[in-house]
């Protein structure tokens, strides 16, 4: 930011589990700083970091939203963040641009599932973290089961505060770095009663600053005591090395606490400059390099968030990592090599859009309009120049089928869907050619209603959704061989005639499809061959069991018959089609399914009933595995069976579960199974005729 330096701008995200108070200790934080003038609340419309109708209708964060502020002399630009599995992915993306976190837990339940996969994303990233037990309030607060709740993850978190009691008697905090009280009357010595407590955290503070550092733990053995400037460059240190999570607490519904939070956040968290390094690698090249925050080296920035405005446009926000970024300035998206230029800059508060005229290294800055630029794409300068590695995006987990209520609004609910995904590119949208359907892939049940609430809302558009039709297809398990295919046909004048020979063998599960020309002797013209494989190929899109697709088998042409006045390119392919549905009804056909890698994650006590579930579903467990303070359970188990496991494992977990899942491999379906679906394949067809 203009008249900033480096060393004094810091970003962070607010991190955890769904409904753990991240957004109101958000608002806490924002008033604390003086950046807005009221406690902003999510019950009563007033929160400045939920803005969607949606969320404040479902009471839960759904995007990320982005404050820029400025507090004790630094531009800060906070991030709050999404813990609802459905759209946690979102944060997932964030952090990848972000250089710290602040992780919430709660008082009363400690790490939850979602705590624990948002710490994970933050070691990945190597962020610099604080902890924030929230809901030092509620009749079952316990601040040490929620500190040791972060020990089983292995944060090895240490107390930089204490409660001043707990529940209705939860009065303030005890800042254990100077040795004071905060309540909501201000500042205030510690209590006589929690002295020798406070006194007893703090010594266990100073020995776990000491271990991050040989000469401090030298120096701390030798003497017993580090002086003041130690403890804090110590303390400094093991945050921004990720030795260390400090843990404070209070109550983000009444803003107790928040002060002495964000002094932290301030003091602990580090600047672009203190960070590591970014690894990077020349655009046009695999050379790599490493990329600083040098205000004046090569420009290289990523976008981590689109923002799609019905009116406005697109809104493409990044965060600069090197250089300097500046209004009417043209850039270089890495990701696509496609130029752009850009208009005015802004920072987000909110709702609000502030114009800046530059952008430095650890500033959060937006921009209209580009052609582009998509979520996770780089940025580097017009001519080319150092680039970092793009944003990882989350795969969906969950399709739905969908189409148009109304006719004739396909395409524009198509092309408004396509501006939705665009936003959030852990949407997806695509057609599936086996079965027809159109289908919208998201993270989740709600998130992907909550998308078409959005469309709704947006775009004036209806549509239905429906259970997905599972892709199955049909192979071959035994070999047939020199099966005619004929097509004989005289009408007077020119006729049609053609004949092959084919033999039909199964191929290993996922090779495809092989055709192999073995005609000698001329017996089918060398002209006509590539009709006969071409009538082979179209014949596969529809199988002879149920009509889908015919996967794993080879082909081999090895006779056939021709006249010399009658054959042509369109006798052979029809006598290639009609010979190649009657080899494969000869090599006793079967039904392959899609088998889906399925990973869940939920509290331990829930682990017998999931894994009961996955083994009724036809699920084979092959792992099972204690992370942290949940468990991780993975299983193969066939897609038909997991089309509605979001809301069974919801109903299963009380919400507390979550899981991702990705394609494996075909398996031939069980044979009472087959029966149903070759069943429902002839009715359909029926109904169709």
């Excluded at 972000?98 to 919430?104: E, K, M, P, Q, Y």
């Excluded at 009065?171 to 100077?178: Q, R, T, Y």
């Excluded at 607490?249 to 803003?255: D, H, L, R």
């Amino acid at each position: 930011m203009k008249d900033v330096d480096v060393r004094d701008t810091r970003n962070f995200a607010l991190i955890g589990h769904s409904h753990d108070g991240k957004t109101s200790l958000g608002e806490a934080i924002l008033l604390s700083a003086g950046a807005t003038q009221s406690l902003g609340k999510l019950e009563d419309g007033s929160s400045n970091l939920s803005l969607l109708p949606e969320e404040k209708e479902r009471l839960t964060t759904m995007t990320s939203s982005v404050y820029a502020f400025d507090a004790d002399g630094k531009h800060v630009t906070l991030v709050d963040t999404p813990g609802d599995p459905n759209f946690q992915p979102d944060a997932h993306i964030a952090l990848g641009a972000l250089d710290s976190a602040i992780l919430v837990v709660s008082a009363e339940d400690g790490a939850k599932v979602g705590t624990e996969r948002m710490w994970t994303q933050a070691r990945n990233h190597s962020l610099a973290v604080l902890a924030f037990v929230n809901g030092m309030d509620k009749e079952r607060a316990d601040f040490l089961a929620a500190v040791d709740s972060l020990r089983k993850l292995e944060a090895n978190p240490i107390p930089l505060a204490l409660p001043i009691g707990a529940g209705e008697n939860f009065k303030g905090v005890v800042d254990l770095l100077n040795m004071r009280a905060r309540t909501a009357a201000g500042d205030a010595e510690i209590p006589a009663d929690m002295a020798d407590e406070a006194t007893a955290a703090r010594q266990h503070l100073i020995e776990a600053v000491a271990e991050c550092d040989d000469d401090l733990l030298e120096k701390y053995l030798e003497e017993g005591e580090l002086s003041p400037e130690e403890i804090r460059s110590g303390l400094v240190a093991g945050v921004r090395e990720s030795k260390l999570v400090p843990v404070l607490c209070g109550v983000a519904n009444t803003g107790l606490g928040a002060d002495l939070l964000l002094e932290f956040a301030l003091e602990l968290f580090p600047s672009p400059q203190d960070r590591p390094a970014w690894a990077a690698r020349a655009a046009d090249g695999d050379a790599e390099s490493e990329l600083t925050a040098d205000p004046n080296g090569p420009f290289a920035a990523v976008v981590f968030k689109t923002i799609i405005d019905r009116f406005a446009g697109k809104l493409s926000v990044f965060r600069v990592i090197s250089g300097t970024a500046t209004g009417d300035s043209s850039v270089q998206n890495a990701t696509t090599g496609s130029k752009e230029r850009f208009g005015k800059l802004f920072v987000l508060r909110g709702a609000e859009h502030v114009d800046v005229p530059e952008a430095g290294p650890g500033d959060i800055v937006a921009v209209a309009k580009l052609k582009d630029a998509h979520t996770g794409n780089v940025l580097i300068p017009e001519k080319g120049g150092p680039r970092v590695a793009e944003l990882a995006i989350p795969e969906g987990v969950l399709s739905y089928a969908i189409e148009a209520k109304a006719r004739g609004d396909e395409e524009k609910v198509f092309s408004s869907l396509a501006r939705l995904v665009e936003e959030d590119p852990t949407l997806g949208l695509g057609r599936e050619a086996s079965t027809g359907e159109f289908l919208l892939t998201g993270m989740g049940e709600l998130h992907i209603r909550t998308t078409i609430q959005k469309l709704r809302r947006l775009f004036e558009l209806e549509v239905d959704l429906s259970t997905p039709k599972v892709p199955y297809r049909e192979t071959v398990t035994r070999k047939a061989e020199n099966v005619e295919g004929k097509l004989k046909k005289q009408t007077g004048g020119k006729g049609m005639f053609g004949v092959c020979y084919l033999t039909v063998e199964p191929l290993p599960r996922g090779t495809g499809f092989e055709f192999v020309d073995e005609i000698v002797g001329g017996s089918i013209p060398r002209g006509l061959i590539p009709a006969v494989e071409k009538g082979i190929r179209e014949a596969l899109d529809r199988g002879p069991q149920a009509g889908f697709p015919v996967v794993d088998v080879r082909v081999r042409c090895i006779d056939g018959k021709h006249h010399a006045v009658d054959s042509n390119e369109m006798a052979f392919k029809l006598a290639a089609s009609f010979g190649f549905k009657a080899a494969v009804e000869q090599a006793r056909p079967t039904i392959l399914e899609p088998i889906m890698n399925v990973e869940v994650s939920a509290p331990e006590q829930y682990v017998g009933d999931i894994m009961g579930d996955l083994s009724s579903r036809r699920g084979r467990v092959q792992a099972s595995e204690a992370r942290g303070s949940g468990h991780r359970i993975q299983a193969q188990v066939p897609m038909a069976e997991m089309l509605e496991y979001a809301s069974s494992l919801t109903s299963i977990t009380a919400g507390q579960g979550a899981f991702h899942m990705g394609f494996s491999h075909y398996e031939e379906v069980p044979s009472q199974i087959q029966e149903k679906i070759v069943a429902e394949a002839q009715a359909s067809r029926t109904e169709t005729s």
